[in-house]
């Protein structure tokens, strides 16, 4: 992506500049309530610019993805957490949008089945990591473990895990073993990027509400949405908690403001490529031996009819 590109995409001095408000520094504890506003958005970015942006942020990913690719040495792990409506799969659907699916997978997680229960928390996503040189996005992940399990702790007592096990340094410990489970993740390769898309209360239930009335969305909507209402506060008590422990040097969370969706998508995207571009990925270079094969496949090739 050249600079003139870039500059189309953040009309701003600096990407860096868009970023760094969302980043949660792994330094100093943090308020969702006073320090991320789920209606913010760049004073410079204009909705009417926002999907001639995206898409050339669209275009400048799917060239990383492809030295990503050719290159395999890196992977990039992407997780996004949120409350409901928030705008998790549209977010995946439309920055994605343009990335080869040959060199990247979405897995959703939902209530884990017998089999992932008879397994610590991190099995079902250990094993489908991505592989170097691919994307992994997890809509959800491994945090489900240290958010849910705490709002509803009758889940917690559901798990098979040994009576020792759950005590009152277990969320302690769970955050922890991810801080060096992402560590080990980082430490071979893995770029792990965590996105926490903040919806307000209120624009979610105006979601919930779109949900309901019109038909072709009706799908989406389940009366457990609802309910799950009533945790709210719970909800935030625990990720701001979750945020406080598990944003890293090595692998931060991102707080991007959700009541916007333009503004969610393209601050996503800026980050992904800012990502990309600080590996200074390139295609892989032939050896001496390996670009003499190369002539020599040439000719017989040229000489064939």
Same mark, same amino acid.
């Given at each position: 992506m050249t600079d003139r590109q870039s500059n189309n995409l953040f009309p701003i001095k600096k990407l860096d500049d868009l970023i760094r408000p969302?980043?949660?520094?792994?330094?100093?504890?943090? +308020?969702?309530? =006073?320090?991320?506003?789920?209606?913010? %958005?760049?004073d410079r970015l204009k909705k009417s610019n926002a999907k001639g942006q995206l898409q050339e942020g669209i275009e400048a990913l799917a060239k990383y993805q492809d030295v990503l690719y050719a290159q395999s040495t890196h992977a990039v792990l992407i997780i996004f957490q949120a409350m409901d409506a928030a705008g998790k799969d549209s977010?995946?659907?439309? @920055? &994605? +949008?343009?990335? !080869?699916?040959?060199?990247?997978?979405?897995?959703?997680f939902k209530a884990p089945s017998t089999e992932e229960l008879n397994h610590d928390y991190l099995w079902r996503c250990s094993k489908v990591l991505p592989e170097r040189g691919g994307i992994g996005i997890f809509n959800r992940s491994y945090y489900e473990e240290i958010l849910v399990t705490r709002v509803h702790p009758e889940i917690l007592e559901q798990r098979s895990l040994p009576v020792s096990a759950i005590d009152n340094n277990i969320w302690k410990r769970r955050f922890e073993e991810i801080n060096n489970y992402e560590k080990h993740l980082v430490n071979n390769g893995t770029i $792990?990027?965590?996105?926490?898309? !903040? @919806? +307000? =209360? *209120?624009?979610?239930? *105006?979601?919930?509400?779109?949900?309901?009335?019109?038909? *072709? =969305? !009706?799908? %989406?909507f389940s009366v457990n949405d609802a309910k799950e209402r009533s945790f709210w506060d719970d909800y &935030? +008590? $625990?990720?701001?908690? &979750?945020? !406080?422990h598990t944003s890293t040097e090595y692998a931060p969370w991102y707080i991007i403001p959700a009541d916007r969706k333009w503004f969610t998508r393209l601050v996503v995207a800026g980050i992904i490529y800012t990502q990309l571009k600080e590996l200074n990925l390139k295609y892989p270079t032939l050896s001496k031996e390996q670009h003499q094969e190369l002539l020599n496949a040439k000719k017989i090739l040229e000489s064939q009819k």
């Open positions: 969302f980043i949660v520094p792994p330094e100093r504890k943090i +308020s969702l309530a =006073k320090d991320y506003d789920p209606a913010y %958005k760049a977010t995946i659907k439309h @920055v &994605m +949008s343009g990335i !080869n699916p040959q060199g990247c997978q979405v897995h959703s $792990v990027l965590k996105f926490f898309l !903040n @919806v +307000s =209360k *209120e624009e979610q239930k *105006e979601r919930f509400l779109e949900r309901i009335n019109r038909p *072709e =969305k !009706n799908w %989406k &935030m +008590s $625990v990720y701001e908690d &979750m945020f !406080n």
